[in-house]
């Protein structure tokens, strides 16, 4: 019999940080943690196929239910096994609710305790998104982790507003937990704005319903960076040290170093792929515009101590000429550049932890990465 709960366990903590290293066992494999999830919003990660994603090092992808539901429609895909049968994707996967939606079209939706309802971004049709209505789309999708359905509030809102949201997102999670019926394992979401006190009170009152994991949701969404991380320690310090944490759509690598260091184990965005598509690539030194002038004929790989197929066969000459010649190729291989770039900070990042050097790591990573940010010579 499958095991369909996922089980986390600590293997390494920092002596002097609150980083540490640990292992997720899902249905569809074992996760070593910290981890970078590319976003598969569709069901595909954009310019990649799934034994690139493998190549890339990439261990657990996130879907999107808003976007699955409205197309090809989560009956369909469950009739075909699940989310991944449906992509050919053996690895696992965790499914965002639509949560993020509820943010990002908000010209486009109404709120109310019930639910969410949605005017699709592609019809105009509108769609009722309710608690239970989230854990029957995810049932169908059959992910290894699905998330709750909540409200994160813009930056900046009034206490007032960040309390109602919260309160109504504690709700919808309580909503969620007795009406799921399918095998997978439920991560709630702590909000709360940017008001400490309140994320305190979402998380304590999450960690009463004894749920597999937790994230820390609402944050990146236009706050100053030391604002979001007072808001991911202030949580953190309330979550359970044998639960996984889930930091939602912050991956800038300098953000993924610094809250690792707070103790983050799970981290998603879309800047590797969406940059990607338009030409900016990260390096181990910084930012650079591959597509710019200053690389028409620079021989050199987009960063020389890179192991990735588009490093390891191609220059910064030829992906700016294909991107300039608006060549396929181009946003693919600077999408597999990216991504790779990004599996590669978290596991060094675990490698540096397992070693009791993290903090060394840590200084001479940021270091070196933020010295040339922009243009690399």
């Known amino acids: ?67 699955l539901y409205l197309r090809p429609g989560h009956g369909l895909i469950g009739e075909a096994g699940g989310i991944h049968k449906f992509m050919g994707w053996g690895r696992p996967v965790l499914t965002d609710s639509g949560g993020f939606q509820v943010f990002s079209l908000a010209d486009l939706r109404k709120i109310d305790r019930e639910g969410v309802e949605f005017q699709s971004h592609l019809d105009g049709s509108t769609h009722l998104f309710t608690p239970e209505k989230v854990m029957e789309i995810e049932a169908s999708l059959a992910p290894d982790i699905g998330m709750v359905l909540d409200e994160p509030v813009p930056y900046p809102s009034t206490r007032n507003y960040a309390a109602a949201s919260m309160e109504l997102t504690l709700e919808w999670a309580r909503r969620a937990m007795e009406s799921k019926n399918g095998a997978f394992s439920l991560f709630g979401i702590v909000q709360g704005g940017t008001y400490g006190d309140l994320r305190v009170l979402c998380a304590e009152r999450l960690v009463e319903m004894d749920l597999p994991g937790y994230a820390v949701g609402g944050l990146a969404v236009g706050e100053p960076k030391s604002l979001t991380m007072e808001m ?146």
Request: with cysteine.
């Open 1 to 67: 019999m499958v095991e369909r709960e996922i089980k986390f366990e600590v293997v390494k903590e920092d002596g002097r940080a609150r980083a540490r290293a640990g292992l997720l066992h899902t249905p569809h494999g074992t996760v070593k943690t910290p981890v970078f999830m590319p976003v598969g919003t569709q069901g595909t990660v954009k310019t990649m196929s799934p034994r690139e994603l493998e190549e890339a090092g990439v261990e657990i992808i996130v879907c999107n239910v808003y976007h």
């Open 232 to 377: 991911v320690e202030t949580t953190l310090e309330v979550l359970p040290r044998e639960k996984p944490r889930y930091l939602m759509g912050v991956g800038l690598p300098e953000d993924m170093v610094d809250s690792f260091a707070r103790g983050v184990d799970m981290f998603d965005c879309v800047i590797p792929t969406r940059n990607g598509r338009t030409g900016t690539v990260f390096t181990s030194r910084g930012k650079l515009v591959v597509k710019n002038a200053e690389y028409k004929a620079d021989q050199r790989p987009i960063d020389e101590g890179c192991s990735c197929y588009a490093c390891r066969n191609f220059s910064r000459a030829y992906i700016r000429h294909l991107f300039n010649a608006g060549e396929i190729l181009a946003p693919r291989l600077a999408t597999m550049h990216n991504i790779h770039f990004f599996t590669g900070v978290v596991s060094r990042m675990r490698e540096a932890l397992m070693e009791d050097r993290f903090s060394e790591w840590r200084d001479d990573f940021l270091e070196h990465y933020q010295v040339r940010e922009g243009v690399l010579e």
